[in-house]
């Protein structure tokens, strides 16, 4: 893949390309069928190869007739990856969002798509193409999403060997002259499109240790795109906050205005009881302090914007006993005591015993603590920091308890 | 200014000033366009199953379903969920001279009366999720059992929901998974270039599906393969519980989302609708895996049969599609392979040459290996395998470039 010459007058050399392909289906069985199903169209326009949205593939005859059987292979797994990665309509969303526009910004989303596809797609009976992008070379890490890197780069000086770099709209969404377009014939249709992908998912996953960690998480996620926690954890406090005998509801403590056009009839009327949540939080030396902090002022902020005021939250400190109750007043200001083992069952029973008592618990925890073995008397979130279970050291048969079928859980990752 | 002002004509004439305004900006016109999810919605309605739309407020939900009830041909009813009373769904009791012995009515509000009356009708419940839970609890049982207090709605009525996102829900408003799993959840979202189309003064105009009175039977019969084909090689799916907090309050499978799945295969088999729309319907009533899995067995059902071409090799037509391509080729070795006779095995060499003839040879490479390794000692090699030279070529290509490759390192270029 070096910059674009002249383009010579030659015939596609199909039968090279097919030859590419058919190497790169014996290293990579996995996307035999999305390889499969690229519709392949000779193109005097485009630099190498491309791909559109519609899964049809472009290909230059100078570049096929310069590039090694080999290099090709890899050139088919790369331009497949745009198309099952989504890149088109990542690219899309990501420039949407970000209110990008022009040619600039879209080559800069092709390069950060190959940066994603370049760091795990070769080696292993594929090769590598000559001047393949490569996020190390850039100066950034690998193994990131597209739209991470997007965040990380601007062009410049580093990426001005790129500037010839074109793997068509399937890997950028913008459209191109030379494609054929949505009109065009031997196009896929959406539901096609989410039919091969699926179908490539399900073989990964089906087989799972067969396909690098990338290709796997991508499997994965596919058709079930993680969702960042804070909309989780919001969903289930406020569900847990709103619902029966907490929050804005009809109650027959008092009778309705409409009472009066109907005498001797009692109708409920609208009562508002703001919710007290109680937030039992792991001190335990196990959960790091900005993880808790990020998830603390994350549940404040989700409790005053549902209504409760601040003096309504109540923050228990706990490790192995409960160490302090108090009302959240500052969000920042908050000394979380503890730092040994775990049991929260004590911070349950600090939070139950608190009059006027809580209407939702939410929990804090990484999980290594063993939980109460009765449902508690109001709802319950468990803000789970993930862990790799790892078994101790000194006692090979202890394994934490899961989280109770009770509580609502919600894992908390990464800061979004 | 203040002799002009003297001089102008009567406020009055200012309004109608602005009338003229109002009637220029409203003067818009219309152009034909496909509407996928406008599509999945009137198919969902036709087939009278419960319908929740999933949209942020202010998409053209409201546009979408008066455009659906003009298909319909059936009055439209909109009924703002938040601003009613429980009481406004389960009936508000009205005393009488003896309530002990007559016991209390519980009246229905006008709108019920006048659709009850009308025996037909859209009524489109807005805003679900943004009323108090006593309100949505009420609404629930008008969607799924159709009654407002002491009245029960006529079959001629049809009732489409709408709600807010989880994420934009102002006050965490969810279904419960056994409530979700009665809905058709279809997500509204607003395609830009449309707005920004309509906002210039033309709106789409979606043609929308029609039923076709001849197709019924087969249709019905279509339903059931493709749903008991599947359940029956997957009888995982038949059941699944959402395990994960992300796909609370969606779509998951169950014997009563399945047949309801089954009715909208057949309305939409009836009405002639893309698969695009179906995978819509799909997806929405079972979740996304077991509902692409359904599709993928619909493409697998349109494939031609094995059987029927190595009974007739010569006429066979081969899909376009490289994947399913192969796919059919793969099904036609493992049907030589399950029977192994010589005619049988001839026809299929017959089949590879007709594949690389006209389309991809890599495709032919695996299956072709495998059709030889069938060979049984006296069965001669057929003439026509000397016209697959083309897929010898390549795999011998593809072959030495592995050994190049191989020779250099593997790990060229990490």
Known sequence: MTAPGRPERAQLDREKLFAARMQAVRARPYLATALFALHLVESRQVPTMAVDRYWRCYASSAFVDRTPVEELAGVWVHEVSHLLRDHHGRGDRYAREHGLTGRAERLRMNIAADCEINDDAFGDGLARPEGAVDPVRLGLPSGKLMEEYLRWFRLGPRTEEYAWLDCGSGADGLERGWELGPEGAHGLSAQERDAVRFRVAQGINGRPGEAPKGWERWAEEAFHPPQPWRELLGGAIRSAVCGGGAGDDYSYGRPARRSASLPGVVLPALRRRPPRVFVVVDTSGSVSDTELGSALLEVAAITRAVGGRKDLVTVVSCDAAAQSVQPLCRAEGIALLGGGGTDLRTGFDAALRARPGPDVIVVLTDGQTPWPKARPSCRTVVGLFPRSRKANENDPDYRPDAPPSWARVVEIGAPS | ?414
């Open chain 2, 1 to 414: 200014m203040t002799e002009k002002s003297l001089t102008a004509p009567a406020p009055t004439a200012q309004l109608d000033v602005a009338d003229r305004l109002l009637t220029l900006l409203r003067e818009t016109g219309t152009e034909p366009r496909p509407d996928s999810q406008l599509e999945a919605l009137t198919l969902a309605v036709a087939a009278d199953l419960p319908v929740l739309l999933w949209g942020e407020p202010g998409i053209g939900k409201t546009a979408a379903l008066t455009q659906l009830a003009d298909a319909l041909d059936l009055p439209l009813t909109t009924v703002i969920a938040s601003v009613h009373e429980p009481s406004d769904f389960s009936g508000l009791p009205v005393v009488g001279d003896d309530p002990a012995r007559q016991g209390v009515p519980m009246a229905p509000p006008d709108w019920a009366v006048r659709l009850v009356r009308a025996g037909r009708g859209l009524l489109f419940l807005d805003e679900l999720s943004t009323a108090p839970p006593a309100v949505q609890a009420a609404l629930l049982r008008l969607v799924l059992e159709r009654r407002i207090g002491a009245l029960r709605l006529p079959p001629g009525v049809r009732i489409v929901a709408a709600a807010n996102p989880r994420s934009s829900a102002a006050d965490g408003w969810e279904l419960s998974p056994p409530l979700a799993n009665r809905f058709v959840h279809l997500q509204w979202v607003h395609d830009h270039e449309v707005v920004v189309r309509g906002l210039g003064g033309t709106w789409p105009r979606a043609t929308l599906p029609r039923l076709d009175p001849e197709q019924l039977g087969e249709a019905v019969a279509f339903a059931r393969r493709a749903v008991c084909g599947l359940l029956t090689a997957r009888p995982a799916l038949v059941h699944r519980l959402p395990s994960s907090e992300a796909r609370r309050g969606g779509p998951w499978p169950s014997p009563r989302s399945w047949e309801m799945t089954l009715q909208l295969i057949a309305f939409a088999t009836a009405a002639g609708a893309s698969r695009d729309v179906l995978s819509l319907l799909v997806r929405g009533t079972v979740g996304d895996g077991p509902g692409l899995e359904l599709l993928a067995s619909l493409d697998r059902m349109d494939l031609p049969d094995p059987e029927d071409l190595l009974a007739d090799p010569a006429g066979a037509a081969l899909p376009e599609r490289g994947d399913l391509r192969q796919s059919v080729l793969d099904a036609v070795v493992a049907a030589v392979r399950s029977r192994p006779e010589r005619e049988r095995w001839d026809a299929a060499w017959t089949l590879l040459v007709r594949a690389v003839e006209t389309g991809a040879p890599d495709l032919v490479v695996v299956p072709a290996m495998t059709l030889a390794s069938l060979r049984r000692e006296d069965w001669e090699v057929p003439a026509a395998v000397e016209r697959l030279t083309g897929v010898v070529t390549i795999s011998g290509r593809a072959d030495r470039a592995a050994a190049r490759l191989a020779a250099a390192g593997s790990g060229a270029g990490r």
